[in-house]
């Protein structure tokens, strides 16, 4: 990361904390690492791209419908979903710091470094070493490369390391008063799998004809070795995944299908187009059978926002088995081909998983700008988030020009009359520049001044964020003014 873009990442950190975006966790009690709180605007930023993901995921497509479903679920499923034996992360520790490393993390680390000191060979060398390695899950051979490239320990200075060992990044916990062995249950590390066991409830429930697709927005937990970059990589974290229900040897078309449409969604909200690109998997998980992530280029390099998965009947054939219950689906249409009907089946799946977090790190990053206004006249400067008018956590602002002559309680009555549409603040602190400051740096479109004027005419002075423009308006006309710019047709069209 070069020093601009450093101190770039570590603004925005640090302005998500002073504007009441984003805490690190049980902060008084020093933090609780890889864990972190969304404060009062965080909330609402959050939620508006929750609501964005779910309009244009949900409501646009009249084949896709919503579940919420539950954190809790029947412990055989992590271990039908494969997740109690495969989902883990190969670990080492250093026996002198006692300090816990991912083993791939320290060769991509390694990696990045000889590409930064223009070593391009080595690094592709070592990068198919450890592909390799991975692939075939040689845990020995991934320590003799960390051996080998003489990799570190960032804290004690020493190679004194462990063996590489598999580390099962479930959480688990305990149900009911009873503590045996059977009462173990998991915290999900993935919201899909509540989408599969119910995936026959949905079909029947909502007569829902393949294709077909369930989503669900919800919190996924995972016990991750290393945290890393704010809230890329956190404890527990929200996803917002689709899983699209296909027929048997249709896969591949929905999967170019989804990735192209998972990939125009992101722009549409401003973001530049080039800081995304795709990646593809050459190490698929257990359960894909083709893979594809979005990527977004961060202050600290392109990281995974998005994963597209081929899922294929993995995950509904192992719940056939492991719960004895038919997951099939019986397809109605006829088959060209043989001329019956298609008969029954258990579905592929095609899954569009994005992190929520990442998602709102991402428009954070896209929106922060820290402007020069200065004139000849005078040094000036203003610290502006030029979020999304629709993902903006506050619509407008209303300040009374001063706290006095009937002025305040103008404005709240034009406040009353637009809080049932928008969520609005009010401010009578500090001059009205200093309030200008204060919802630039939170990202509110607008600004409604009521000064003596209002009084007479009933007219307000707006203020854009973006422009800084101001123009005379009539009262009732912000309703409008307000509604046109951050109405969600504007992003869904
Ligand atoms: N159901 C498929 C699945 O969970 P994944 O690639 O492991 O796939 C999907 O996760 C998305 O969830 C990622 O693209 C990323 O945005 C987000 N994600 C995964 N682990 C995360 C973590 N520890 N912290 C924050 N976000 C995470």
């Known amino acids: 990361m070069s020093k601009n873009t450093d101190e770039l990442f570590k603004n925005v950190i640090a302005h998500a904390k002073e504007y009441g975006f984003v805490f690190p966790s049980s902060e008084i009690y020093d933090g609780l690492s890889a864990v972190y709180d969304y404060g009062q605007f965080g909330a609402e930023l959050k939620n508006n791209i929750k609501t964005y993901w779910w309009k244009s995921m949900v409501q646009m497509h009249d084949n896709i419908v919503g579940i919420d479903s539950a954190i809790f679920m029947h412990p055989k499923i992590w271990k039908a979903s494969g997740h109690v034996d495969g989902f883990s992360d190969p670990m080492i520790d250093n026996k002198d710091s006692n300090k816990r490393y991912r083993a791939d993390q ?281 979020l999304h008018p629709c993902l903006a956590p506050v619509k407008a602002a209303v300040f009374p020009l001063i706290k006095k002559d009937g002025l305040p309680e103008k404005a709240r009555e034009i406040m009353d009359s637009l809080k049932l549409d928008f969520n609005l603040q009010y401010e009578e602190k500090d001059a009205i520049g200093k309030r200008y400051r204060r919802q630039d740096a939170i990202g509110t479109p607008f600004c409604i001044t009521v000064d003596h004027q209002t009084l007479e005419d009933n007219t307000v002075t707006i203020r854009h964020r973006d422009s800084m423009k101001q123009e005379r308006v009539a009262a009732d006309q912000l309703d409008k003014i307000i509604g046109d710019l951050v109405s969600w047709k504007n992003l869904l069209k």
């Open 106 to 386: 320290l060769l991509e680390d390694r990696i990045a470094k000889l590409d930064e000191e223009g070593k391009t060979s080595e690094a592709e060398e070592l990068q198919v070493e450890m592909d390799n390695a991975l692939k075939a899950e040689n845990l020995p051979r991934l320590r003799e490369l960390i051996i080998e490239q003489n990799i570190k320990c960032p804290i004690s200075g020493t190679t004194n390391w462990t063996e590489v060992r598999q580390f099962n990044l479930m959480f688990s916990t305990r149900v009911g008063a009873i503590a045996d062995e059977s009462d173990t249950i998991y915290l999900r590390p993935e919201t899909a799998q509540g989408i599969f066991v119910n995936y026959l409830n949905v079909q029947k429930s909502g007569r829902m004809k393949i294709p077909f697709g369930i989503a669900q927005i919800g919190k996924a937990f995972r016990n991750e070795v290393i945290a890393r970059q704010f809230i890329i990589r956190m404890r527990e974290f929200e996803q917002m995944e689709m899983q699209y229900f296909v027929r048997p040897g249709t896969q591949a078309q929905w999967f170019d299908k989804w990735k192209e449409t998972r990939l125009k969604w992101h722009p549409a909200l401003g973001t530049d187009a080039a800081k995304y690109r795709y990646h593809e998997h050459t190490k698929l998980a257990h359960y894909a059978d083709a893979a594809y992530d979005i990527e977004f280029e961060f202050p600290f390099g392109f990281k995974e926002v998005e994963g597209i998965h081929s899922r294929t009947d993995f995950d509904l054939s192992q719940h056939q088995q492991f719960s004895g219950k038919k997951m099939q689906y019986f397809d109605p249409e006829i088959d060209p081909a043989t001329e019956k009907p298609y008969g029954n089946y258990i579905p592929y799946v095609i899954e569009t998983s994005i992190g929520l977090d990442r998602m709102f790190l991402l428009t954070m990053i896209n929106a922060y700008r820290e402007e020069d206004l200065s004139t000849d006249e005078k040094q000036d400067s203003r610290t502006v988030l030029r």
